[in-house]
């Protein structure tokens, strides 16, 4: 009977552990370090890489943001001051006072229609301007003030609004 010469350190097996033996790697298999620690040392690096270019790009948004918003806030301010501009000009005594430098004069009393075509109020011709077309600073306060009404223009005994 021919028998198998002993692996070193291992008893000879014999039944279903000398099956099983096959199946186990003969002699001290060990897997190549090299690829091993080229891969881990590349997810390392690539990883690290990775993470810089993300840290980039983040810090750039920032950036981004930080302009944006200035940019906003100025825009905001600007859209701010031109809405008090358009405040102060629309304002009904800068509206009068303008009016009044243009040599406008405020109009009578209106006179209205009624659903039925019936005129109701008694219309007045607006009063003359006997203030000069362009006023000296000094007199431009005391021109704001409403011209006195006349006792002489005739009123409706019932005041009307428009609309009603």
């Not at 031109?82 to 005594?93: G, H, K, N, T, V």
Request: hydrophobic share 40%.
């Amino acid at each position: 009977m021919s028998r198998k010469p002993e692996l070193k350190g291992r008893p000879e097996l014999r039944g279903r552990a000398a099956r099983l033996a096959h199946l186990l790697p003969t002699g001290r298999a060990q897997a190549a370090r090299t690829p091993f620690v080229l891969l881990v040392v590349l997810l390392l690096g690539g990883g690290l890489i990775g993470l810089l270019v993300l840290n980039s790009a983040v810090s750039e948004g920032a950036f981004r943001l930080d302009d944006l918003q200035r940019e906003t806030k100025e825009l905001t301010d600007e859209e701010q001051a031109l809405q008090r501009d358009i405040d102060a000009y629309s304002a009904p005594d800068a509206l009068q006072r303008r009016a009044r430098e243009l040599g406008m004069v405020p109009g009578g009393d209106p006179a209205f229609l009624g659903p039925d075509g019936k005129v109701k109020g008694v219309p007045s011709a607006a009063s003359a301007a006997r203030a000069p077309l362009v006023l000296a600073p000094e007199a431009l306060a005391t021109a704001t003030a409403p011209p006195p009404v006349s006792a002489s223009a005739p009123r409706s005994p019932h005041p009307t609004t428009p609309g009603r």
